[in-house]
């Protein structure tokens, strides 16, 4: 039996990026935005609908530049109920990170609790839209504009996602996309920050490449975060696929659901109306008292079949030693994400997964 893990990669067709190599041959041209790398920007904008983005050689250093173009500094809004990566660009940026608890239907940032958190040193807010559901944008915005906070959305979930025909990059003063291997859309590794003006977006760049704003002029400490062209070229062929993965994942995606709705204790996320999902992950949240076995047993179950789900976010962020000594890590300041972090099993889905399969794991879950 092979093993099944939660994710797996989707490849391009091999011809095609061999052809690729072979321009980058004969260009000689390897990074420091090259061919690959501006066409590579102007076809996101075009299907991401935004107007200004640049690309980073990963998600976590395109959130730390983010802060470093934003100036951030002090103490950030955060949630615990993400990857680390979200609260260790705010730590290598020497910013205290500020967790707030969740809401209990999505897992996103709670707008309600964002307030009572805010003192003289917040300067910004920093949440995820966790599974590529949209954040609460609008109660978010109106927060940061009476106490003149900035928003970045870590939106490494949502690739491709709009709400009532818009991305919802549209929203924050920037938004953060990580193209990992492992994301609905990779470059291999890779990522970018949208922002909202060009001028931003030359600062931006200058960031990424040491703060060289031309030969001899250095504006600020950067740092080398640029794509290179191997990468740049890798996500352009994808870009040319991706539409074709998202319907795969939507379909298994529907397949778990209507095989897991009438499965007591196991609550899956439905999709939300006017939203265009990627389909980035398949949570499902075990109440072990009615499902009749916890979540970690489940877990263990699946893994003795070779099938291997991810618990997508536990720990929290918020448990990690680097922030738990944190006052707002505190276990009872954040009861939704403690119950999540205990509740959740990611389960397998990617393109290339067969509904055989999904029915499967199906099967297991409800032996
Ligand atoms: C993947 C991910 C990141 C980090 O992106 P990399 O490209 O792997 O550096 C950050 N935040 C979230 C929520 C992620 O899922």
Redesign the pocket.
């Known amino acids: 039996m092979n093993p099944v893990y939660v994710t797996q990669p989707a490849l391009p067709p091999l011809d095609e990026y061999t052809q690729m190599l072979e321009q980058i041959w004969s260009q000689k041209i390897l990074t420091n935005n090259g061919p690959f790398h501006q066409e590579f920007e102007q076809e996101l904008c075009r299907y991401l609908g935004v107007e200004h983005l640049s690309v980073?050689s990963?998600?976590?250093?395109?959130?730390m530049t983010a802060l470093q173009a934003l100036r951030i500094v002090g103490e950030v809004i955060t949630t615990p109920f993400?990857?680390?990566?979200?609260t260790h660009?705010l730590w290598w940026n020497n910013i205290k990170p500020v967790f707030v608890d969740v809401e209990p239907e999505y897992f996103n940032l709670d707008p309600d609790r964002i307030e009572a958190a805010i003192t003289p040193r917040t300067t910004a807010i920093m949440p995820?839209?966790?599974y590529g559901n949209p954040c609460y944008m609008e109660r978010i915005r109106e927060i940061a504009d009476t106490y003149g906070l900035k928003v970045i959305y870590?939106?490494?979930?949502a690739f491709g996602v709009r709400r009532n025909g818009h991305s919802v990059l549209e929203y924050g003063d920037m938004s953060?996309?990580?193209?990992?291997a492992?994301?609905v859309f990779s470059s291999i590794?890779?990522?970018a920050i949208v922002c909202r003006s060009e001028v931003m977006k030359k600062r931006i760049d200058h960031l990424k490449n040491f703060g060289f704003a031309n030969e001899t002029t250095v504006i600020e400490p950067g740092i080398n975060a640029k794509m290179n062209e191997f990468q740049a070229a890798f996500g352009l062929l994808q870009l040319r696929y991706v539409d074709g993965y998202i319907a795969r994942r939507k379909e298994i995606a529907e397949t778990y659901r209507s095989g897991l709705r009438d499965v007591a204790g196991i609550r899956c996320m439905e999709d939300i109306p006017g939203v265009r999902h990627g389909y980035?992950y398949f949570p499902v949240f075990v109440d072990a008292a009615q499902y009749g076995m916890s979540r970690d047993d489940l877990y263990e179950k699946l893994k003795q079949h070779q099938i291997f789900g991810r618990r997508?976010f536990y720990p929290l962020i918020s448990q990690f030693p680097t922030y738990s000594g944190l006052s707002s890590a505190r276990p009872e300041n954040l009861p939704v994400a403690e119950q999540a972090a205990r509740q959740v099993l990611c389960l397998p889905i990617f393109p290339e997964l067969s509904l055989e399969k999904v029915a499967e794991i199906l099967s297991i879950i409800k032996s």
Do not use: Q
């Not at 870590?154 to 979930?157: G, M, P, S, T, V």
């Not at 953060?176 to 990992?180: D, K, P, R, V, Y």
């Open positions: 980073f990963n998600g976590t250093l395109a959130l993400s990857f680390v990566a979200t660009s995820v839209h966790v870590d939106a490494a979930h953060i996309l990580s193209f990992h492992t994301k590794e890779g990522g980035p997508y």
